[in-house]
């Protein structure tokens, strides 16, 4: 039987992950959206939709979706009548509701297999077992200084440079902990540079990781990059040409020469332990290190406090999360 697992493609901002979502929507069998908003927060309101088991709440589950102005619905142009009435017609999980409109998107495409992209991601995967229990996770990993070169260059980010080394730290130590605590069959890492270099030979790789057969279409992503990537849009300009080398390194004409410091200060142990080479450059200053060390304990401190309080929650939900629409899925239910 052919996989109708989820995907979910995950990484550092800027790391590469919308090619590797044009990569994946360009397999016969999967399909990858835009980026859409509505599976964390509609995780953390869950309360509010109440019991899914009464039909009127998956309603409001399936109203939230369609026509909250924050979940960006329209960027997946599906019906949403239909949709409404398809979840309330589904399994009453929030993760069948997510799911369904999930697998809406594939279908338009006469596909029959979803994945997801969202690099934040990296942050909520055990939020997304929950939601997917047999979720598979696709990690990109990039050269932590391009990350960070890419990332003070787009016109949405608004934190500063020492914001942007943590934020890709986190990335990189978050990937560590999933590596250990999920199946082998469930998580899977990969290189930009790699996968660049060598897009036939990775993307085998992973299609092997996935259960599916490689597509040589998946080398030629720009294919799909005007249907899958809203106009809007124009960081992601990259996507709409060849795979290309020219972006690997290219921090070292991006970076001031105190930014190269600070990345290869704070990111050294993470850098050398990914396969990427130091410069050299001289060690960054103490109040720069300190300014790291202070934006990773904000950071830290806000995803502890959350992650408390959505522990705690768990014991009062008003039905259960996890979908039950894929094989596994609704074998995993069975044994219970």
């Given at each position: 039987?052919?996989?109708?697992?989820?995907?979910?493609?995950?990484?550092?901002?800027?790391?590469?992950?919308?090619?590797?979502?044009?990569?994946?929507?360009?397999?016969?069998?999967?399909?990858?959206?835009?980026?859409?908003?509505?599976?964390?927060?509609?995780?953390?309101?869950?309360?509010?939709?109440?019991?899914?088991?009464?039909?009127?709440?998956?309603?409001?589950?399936?109203?939230?979706?369609?026509?909250?102005?924050?979940?960006?619905?329209?960027?997946?142009?599906?019906?949403?009548?239909?949709?409404?009435?398809?979840?309330?017609?589904?399994?009453?999980?929030?993760?069948?509701a997510m799911g369904i409109t999930f697998r809406s998107y594939a279908e338009q495409y006469g596909k029959s297999r979803?994945?997801?992209?969202?690099?934040?991601?990296?942050?909520?995967?055990?939020?997304?077992?929950?939601?997917?229990?047999?979720?598979?996770?696709?990690?990109?990993?990039?050269?932590?200084?391009?990350?960070?070169?890419?990332?003070?260059?787009?016109?949405?980010?608004?934190?500063?440079?020492?914001?942007?080394?943590?934020?890709?730290?986190?990335?990189?130590?978050?990937?560590?902990?999933?590596?250990?605590?999920?199946?082998?069959?469930?998580?899977?890492?990969?290189?930009?540079?790699?996968?660049?270099?060598?897009?036939?030979?990775?993307?085998?790789?992973?299609?092997?990781?996935?259960?599916?057969?490689?597509?040589?279409?998946?080398?030629?992503?720009?294919?799909?990059?005007?249907?899958?990537?809203p106009q809007h849009k124009v960081w992601h300009s990259n996507t709409h040409g060849d795979v290309t080398t020219a972006?690997?390194?290219?921090?070292?004409?991006?970076?001031?020469?105190?930014?190269?410091?600070?990345?290869?200060?704070?990111?050294?142990?993470?850098?050398?332990?990914?396969?990427?080479?130091?410069?050299?450059?001289?060690?960054?200053?103490?109040?720069?290190?300190?300014?790291?060390?202070?934006?990773?304990?904000?950071r830290r401190w806000a995803r502890r406090r959350k992650e408390f309080r959505d522990r705690v929650n768990r014991f009062?939900?008003?039905?259960?999360?996890?979908?039950?629409?894929?094989?596994?899925?609704?074998?995993?239910?069975?044994?219970?």
């Open positions: 039987m052919q996989s109708d697992r989820p995907i979910f493609v995950i990484g550092c901002p800027r790391s590469g992950t919308t090619m590797l979502q044009l990569m994946l929507h360009s397999h016969p069998r999967i399909a990858v959206p835009p980026e859409t908003r509505f599976v964390v927060p509609g995780y953390y309101r869950r309360f509010s939709f109440g019991d899914l088991g009464e039909e009127r709440n998956r309603r409001r589950v399936g109203r939230w979706i369609v026509s909250d102005k924050d979940t960006k619905f329209k960027e997946l142009k599906l019906d949403g009548d239909k949709l409404i009435d398809d979840i309330v017609a589904g399994p009453p999980t929030l993760g069948s979803w994945g997801d992209k969202r690099p934040s991601y990296y942050h909520h995967v055990d939020l997304l077992t929950r939601l997917f229990p047999d979720a598979q996770f696709v990690h990109l990993i990039r050269d932590g200084r391009d990350c960070v070169a890419s990332l003070k260059e787009m016109p949405w980010y608004t934190k500063d440079v020492f914001h942007a080394a943590v934020n890709w730290s986190e990335a990189i130590d978050y990937g560590r902990r999933h590596a250990k605590r999920l199946p082998a069959d469930s998580y899977y890492e990969l290189r930009y540079e790699d996968l660049t270099a060598y897009p036939e030979t990775e993307l085998s790789k992973l299609c092997d990781f996935l259960g599916e057969d490689y597509d040589p279409a998946m080398t030629e992503p720009y294919h799909v990059a005007r249907v899958a990537i972006r690997a390194g290219s921090w070292k004409a991006r970076l001031e020469p105190w930014e190269i410091s600070v990345c290869e200060t704070v990111l050294a142990d993470r850098l050398i332990a990914n396969g990427y080479e130091l410069s050299g450059a001289p060690k960054a200053s103490k109040a720069h290190v300190e300014a790291c060390a202070k934006a990773a304990s904000k009062r939900e008003p039905s259960p999360v996890a979908a039950r629409l894929t094989s596994r899925q609704l074998g995993e239910l069975a044994k219970v």
